[in-house]
C-alpha cells in the first residue's frame, strides 16, 4: 500500500481534536468480516482515546462474526431506528467503513447524505464516491482494517489499541483476504499481520470462529450447493452456483450462511470466473469472484446494479425470477469473458 497521504492523517487529528460531541461509525449493509472487524476495532481505539464512540450498521451480520468485542453494542438500524437516529442526532462526526457509495447503506443512506457534521471516509474500493470531508480510500489496500490500522499508526494513536481491537482488525483482514488466499501481494500487510499478532491474539483462534463454526444445516447446505446447485462452463472458465428459496428453506437458512460459497468453484482447475446467485427477500442477490487478470467489477456494474473489486463484486436484480437470472447468465456468458485471457 502507498503511504497514507499526511495531509488526510493532519486533517482526521484536527477534526478528531477540536471534536466534542460523539462518533458514529457506520459499515455497509449486509457487513461482512471487514466492515465489522474495522468499525469495531476503531471504535474501541478512538474509545480508549477519550471518545464517545457507537457503531450504527445498516442491517444485521453474520452469528460468526459476534465473537468481537463490541458485537453486542452495534446498534442495527433496521431493528432500532429510534435508538439509532438519536445517536445520530448526537454526533458530530460520522465515519463511513468499507463502501465507495452511499447507498451500499440501503436505508441510512439518506441520514448520511443529510447529516451536518463532518464526514470520514475510510476504504478501499475503487472510484469513491465523493461525499465526505476527508476521503482516505486505498484500493491496493488488503482490506478496510488493514488501512484502518495504518490510520491508527499514522495518527499515533497505537498507544490505544489492545488484544480486543487487534482481534477486530486482524480479523478484517484475515476475511477480506479469503484467510491470505487473494489480495495479499504486498509485504506491508503481512507486516501489519504481524505486528497486530503481537498485541498478543490467537490467529488459530480467530480462524476457528470464523471458519470452523458451521451449523450441520449449513454444512449440508454447502454439499447442495456444490452439487446439484452448480453448474460449470469449462469453455468459458466459469461456474455458476445457485440457491433458490425452497432450498434455503429445506436447511433452515439463515443469513451468512452461504457466506464464502462463491470461491469454491475458483478451486476447479480452469475456472477463473465464478458467480453466485441467491434468493434473498424478494431480489436475487449477485457474488460474483475471479482470479487473476479477469475483472468482474464491470460486469457487476453493466448487469447486477452492483459495484466491488477487480477479483470480488457483487450486486442485485429486481423483478425477475431466480430461473430467468440464470437463463440471461448463461445466454451472456461469452459476452462477460470476451476479455479473459486464455491462459494464466
Ligand atoms: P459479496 O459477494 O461478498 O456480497 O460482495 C463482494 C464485494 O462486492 C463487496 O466487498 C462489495 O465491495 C461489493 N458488493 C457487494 N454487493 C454490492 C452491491 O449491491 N453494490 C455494490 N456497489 N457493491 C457490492
Ligand atoms: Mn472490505
Redesign the pocket.
Known amino acids: 500500500m502507498k503511504q497514507i497521504e499526511n495531509k488526510l492523517i493532519v486533517g482526521l487529528l484536527t477534526e478528531l481534536k477540536t471534536l466534542e460531541t460523539p462518533i458514529v461509525i457506520i459499515p455497509h449493509m449486509?457487513p461482512?468480516g471487514d466492515a465489522i472487524g474495522s468499525s469495531l476495532g476503531l471504535c474501541r481505539v478512538l474509545k480508549k482515546s477519550g471518545k464517545k464512540v457507537s457503531v450504527i450498521a445498516p442491517d444485521s451480520f453474520p452469528s460468526f462474526y459476534k465473537w468481537m468485542t463490541g458485537s453486542s453494542d452495534i446498534i442495527l438500524y433496521n431493528k432500532d431506528k429510534k435508538k439509532a437516529d438519536e445517536k445520530i442526532k448526537e454526533a458530530g462526526m460520522i465515519i463511513c467503513m468499507d463502501f465507495n457509495?452511499i447507498s451500499?447503506t440501503g436505508d441510512m443512506a439518506p441520514v448520511i447524505e443529510k447529516f451536518k457534521g463532518k464526514k470520514i471516509l475510510i476504504d478501499h474500493?475503487p472510484d469513491p464516491q465523493c461525499f465526505s470531508d476527508i476521503t482516505i480510500s486505498y484500493s491496493e489496500s488488503s482490506s478496510s482494517a488493514e488501512l484502518t490500522f495504518h490510520i491508527i499508526n499514522e495518527m499515533g494513536y497505537e498507544k490505544f489499541m489492545d488484544k480486543e481491537s487487534a482481534e477486530c482488525l486482524y480479523c478484517g483482514i484475515m476475511t477480506d483476504t479469503g484467510s491470505f488466499d487473494y489480495s495479499i501481494r504486498n509485504p506491508e500487510t503481512f507486516r501489519s499481520l504481524s505486528d497486530l499478532i503481537k498485541y498478543p491474539i490467537d490467529p488459530i483462534e480467530i480462524h476457528h470462529n470464523v471458519f470452523d463454526t458451521y451449523s450441520e444445516d449449513r454444512m449440508r447446505l454447502l454439499g447442495y450447493c456444490l452439487g446439484e446447485g452448480m453448474e460449470v462452463f469449462p469453455e468459458y472458465h466459469a461456474a455458476m452456483i445457485f440457491l433458490p428459496r425452497e432450498i434455503q428453506k429445506r436447511f433452515n437458512y439463515i443469513k451468512g450462511d452461504n457466506e464464502g460459497f462463491?470461491n469454491y468453484p475458483l478451486s476447479i482447475k480452469g475456472i477463473r470466473f465464478s458467480v453466485l446467485f441467491s434468493e434473498i427477500k424478494d431480489q436475487v442477490k449477485v457474488?460474483l469472484r475471479s482470479t487473476g487478470s479477469f475483472s468482474v467489477i464491470e460486469i457487476?456494474k453493466d448487469y447486477y446494479n452492483?459495484?466491488?473489486?477487480c477479483n470480488?463484486?457483487?450486486?442485485?436484480i429486481s423483478n425477475m425470477s431466480l430461473e430467468k437470472v440464470k437463463d440471461q447468465f448463461r445466454k451472456n456468458l461469452p459476452e462477460y469473458v470476451k476479455n479473459m485471457k486464455e491462459e494464466e
Open positions: 449486509n461482512d457509495e451500499r474500493h462463491v457474488s457487476a452492483g459495484g466491488g473489486h470480488a463484486s457483487g450486486g442485485e
